[in-house]
């Protein structure tokens, strides 16, 4: 891992991105402390393709019909108290 002062860093700030992007380890410092790291960021996912909604809908856990709706859930758990 590579450290470089601020100073330096705003002298050769696109070579040290490169050196990220490569993989290298990129660290600035400030009065001899590290305070930045540089990295790359991880490639952003790819967008949600029509095979994979297929396969989503395929694997839904749950999709058969609800017993009742919510408020003659409520309804019946609060009859059952009464009893």
Not at 19 to 36: C, D, N, Q
Not at 60 to 69: A, H, I, M, Y
């Amino acid at each position: 891992m590579s450290n470089y002062s601020v100073a330096e860093t705003k002298n050769q700030l696109s070579e040290l991105i490169d050196r990220a992007l490569r993989g290298e380890g990129v660290v600035i410092t400030r009065h001899g402390h590290p305070v930045v790291e540089l990295k790359s960021i991880s490639q952003a996912m790819a967008p949600v393709s029509p095979a994979d909604l297929d396969w989503l809908r395929a694997h839904r856990v749950g999709t058969g019909p609800t017993p009742c709706d919510a408020a003659k859930l409520l309804s019946d758990m609060r009859d059952d108290e009464e009893r």
